[in-house]
């Protein structure tokens, strides 16, 4: 279960993890992450339950882990604080049901629409341990992982199957939000999303040197 909206006083422990973790004044496509982690996956951006697949899965977590989620975009402070006296941050158990976290995102702090599921331009997700972490950005509809250990990648690939390098990524779906651009994403947008977070080739480099095989198909494009 959650405890709700983090206090002004507890705020400070979560921001000390997260800063630890995320470049919190960045944005896509520069590399977030203060760790260079071994893998980095994208998918589109979501705040829904199904990031509980991975908060669920005992390779990512214990049962015991607590997981925090905060807003970064708009400001904790000088917005949710300001206009609500409320912090858009969560801290909850790896345990969380899937109906609590959905409940637990659309919580209002005052205003419906300013609820984490409507009004969190860019999120952060990570466990305390700081094994993993995740960054999800509304604008280009992003959101990165960003872990170490091959068997992370092989869950996220050949079980849940829609986590893809940057490179992959661009063609799936990040190209979706350039319209006027005939779907596709600006070079000065996509060259460094690749050079980042990795292509296609830089992924399979990896898979291969954990001994990771992919399963026929896992690729949306591969049929082209």
């Avoid at 801290?91 to 959905?102: K, L, M, V």
């Avoid at 005939?182 to 399979?204: M, Q």
């Amino acid at each position: 279960m959650s405890e709700g909206f983090l206090s002004i006083d507890n705020y400070s422990r979560v921001t000390e993890i997260i800063q630890g973790a995320f470049h919190v004044d960045y944005l896509l496509p520069q590399y977030v992450f203060k760790k260079n982690y071994k893998f980095t996956l994208l998918r589109e951006f979501g705040l829904g339950s199904n990031l509980m697949e991975i908060i669920h899965d005992g390779r990512f977590c214990s049962q015991t882990d607590i997981i925090l989620l905060s807003v970064l975009d708009p400001n904790p402070i000088s917005y949710f604080y300001k206009h609500f006296g409320k912090i858009n941050s969560f801290r909850f158990g790896a345990n969380i049901t899937d109906e609590e976290y959905s409940t637990l995102v659309q919580l209002s702090p005052g205003n419906d629409a300013d609820a984490l599921l409507y009004h969190g331009d860019t999120v952060v997700w990570i466990p305390e341990h700081a094994d993993w972490a995740i960054w999800g950005q509304r604008d280009p509809e992003i959101t990165v992982i960003g872990f170490d250990d091959p068997a992370l990648a092989d869950f996220l690939l050949n079980d849940v199957g829609y986590w893809f390098d940057a490179e992959t990524a661009l063609k799936v779906f990040a190209g979706m939000p350039y319209r006027s651009n005939g779907y596709k994403a600006p070079e000065d947008f996509a060259r460094p999303l690749i050079e980042n977070y990795g292509s296609r080739k830089d992924l399979e480099r990896k898979l291969d040197e954990a001994g990771i095989r992919l399963k026929p198909g896992i690729w949306a494009d591969e049929a082209e």
